[in-house]
């Protein structure tokens, strides 16, 4: 088997955390040893759960860090599957290079833009997840439906952004840069209605 790195990417509710669930079940059934992570500091679902927002689930090893990967990873293992990649600090570009150069196959599902609808940077890191993407062998962009919705009307285009709402307006671009929820402080949105008050050129 050669290694190889795999990115499911796009914005909130287009199906990363599914299609990682997906792709893990049928490692498994094809025979594969796969070891399956999450960050520690996302507990929506549970503490060693990785959860879709259509409610599949799955057994995972919650980490603080990118480097119990490799303390914990397992000769035998051919698959590491990581969820919520942007939650990491950017040594993951290197663990994840090393993990494939040892010929196993990494996944890691993500978003790849924040609210702001820029690359989403590493934990404490300049560098961002579009580094990742560059690395990878296989890149899976997903989208979503936009749920903005006007007299009544949800506009029900491709949704390629993640729009943050707060107290039922669009968080401004000076807000915190994580803040994790789900459809109580997020939506997907497409280009024409993802609002960011405050960015800097509008």
Request: hydrophobic fraction near 40%; glycine fraction near 6%.
């Amino acid at each position: 088997m050669h290694g190889r790195i795999e990115i499911i990417t796009g914005p909130m509710f287009s199906g990363k955390s599914s299609e990682l669930i997906r792709r893990v079940n049928r490692y498994r059934i094809a025979g594969y040893n796969v070891q399956v992570y999450k960050p520690l500091m996302d507990n929506r679902y549970g503490t060693d759960i990785i959860a879709s927002h259509d409610n599949e689930k799955l057994k995972a090893i919650a980490i603080r860090s990118v480097e119990d990967i490799l303390f914990t990873l397992e000769e035998k293992t051919d698959v590491v599957a990581v969820d919520e990649i942007q939650f990491f600090d950017e040594r993951i570009l290197y663990i994840a290079n090393e993990i494939a150069s040892k010929g196993k196959i990494f996944i890691a599902s993500g978003l790849n833009t924040d609210f702001r609808g820029e690359p989403f940077p590493f934990l404490n890191s300049k560098r961002t997840i579009a580094e990742l993407i560059a690395q990878a062998d296989r890149v899976d962009l997903l989208s979503a439906v936009c749920t903005y919705t006007e007299n009544g009307i949800k506009c029900g285009c491709e949704a390629t952004k993640t729009q943050r709402i707060v107290d039922g307006e669009p968080a401004s671009y000076a807000s915190a840069l994580v803040l994790i929820g789900a459809s109580e402080a997020y939506e997907a949105r497409c280009r024409k209605h993802h609002l960011v008050p405050g960015r800097p050129g509008k």
